[in-house]
């Protein structure tokens, strides 16, 4: 990171800083996010891994919703307990740890849904259930799979998060999470490289590596990774269980400049799911009766897939400083106008290899303005104090996207059956998305902006 002082002293509730130590802090954290990437690019190719299986568009939207689904009712109790936790390895290192062997064992289970899936047919068979087959079987290990994974990589993707804001100085946010999707965008680069072309054929051994690396990596960031001091957490609700939920989504979703946060990641995060069919649309992987696709072989697709990722890793770097020198928020603006732009230029214009590398490569990199962007905002808008909670609140509301865009885009699928709307539909969410995120600008605006925001009081 370029821009500090080596005689500036670095501050983070109490950490202190010095220069050095501060790089050290965010090597280990970089590091965290290429191997966290590798470890997220497993759960996006379960699209492949139920297709091969047979199932139907909309059996694969509806099986996307469970993702969605575990993190509404789940993500708000791990993000709970990791805000109000307190030991001598820190609020949020204890969950990073314990948390990693099972999700990396599940992810192998995952990866081993070939001979799985044989094994449950076999054991249903003797038990006389002569009517499943090996495919229905498989499909079920499959979604098994996923809901076991998300249970335990929920406290991963949550403690991670939070834990950026804990040990990150709030004056090189910017910068910072520019590197840090950079790396993170190198980390996705390297698996559509080098792992997607093997995934049919080595299904379990891609997991399982992918799986150890990961768990080798993060293990690494808690023994090289400090938490400071925090304050102890604010008292219980009365009411027992109850009152702590009653007042979770009280202080949550009663301010409305939250709200408006919080409705543009609905549809952000909903027009990523039309983007599961692109697969379909840019390989051999099509249906009877739909319109033609690219025709490409998996392992082109993932090169392809792999190149959009050159120049988002330095546009990444770049928007960083943007962000710090004009505000996350005007940045994230800029970002949102060209993301959905772009996806409409992929939906017309894309006629092959060529084309798509090109147009696509356009899109990632509006997709990483605005992303690099908004990932700095939420230290800015947010409630330190209940920063975890709310980031929670945010993916809740993430997840309702996500729990609806799911059927509703694979049954649209199925009955235009043409993937090449893949990238309008996820134009069509992102332009909501800006509508939401030029309101909360102005919000922004009327609460004081650049000179004078605080985030508000959520109880009001």
Known sequence: MTGLAASQVYRVGTLTYTRNKLLAV????LWGDFVFQLFESMITVTSLLLRWQGAS???IGWMGILSPTIAFFWNPIVATQSDRHRGRWGRRRPFLLWATPP????????GAVKPGGIWVHDVLTSLGFASVTVEGCSIVWIGVGI????LFNAYIIQ???CLIVDVIPVEVMGKFMGIYRSVGALGSMAF???????????????FAVIGLIFAVGFTLIVWNVKEGEYPPPPPKAPGGRMGAIREYFTSSFRHRFYLNFFVITIFYWASLVPLGYVVFFGTQAGKPGYAPTLGLSLQDF???KGWTYVLQIPAFFIVGFFADYFHPLRVALVGMVLTVVSYFCCFWFVDGKLTLLLWWSVNQVAISIYLGASSALGPRVLPRERYGQFVSANFIFGMVGQVLAPPLVGMLMQWIAD???AFFLSGVFNAVALVALYVFYRQWQALGGEKSFTPPDPAL
């Open 57 to 59: 568009d909309t059996l």
């Open 419 to 421: 993937y090449r709307y």
């Open 192 to 206: 559509h490289q080098w792992a997607l072309g093997y995934i049919e054929k080595y299904t379990l051994h891609v």
């Open 103 to 110: 999700a990396v064992f599940c992810l192998i289970m995952l």
């Open 26 to 29: 965010v090597f280990w954290m």
């Open 302 to 304: 993932g090169e392809v």
């Open 159 to 161: 403690g991670f998060a």
């Open 147 to 150: 809901v076991s994974f998300l």
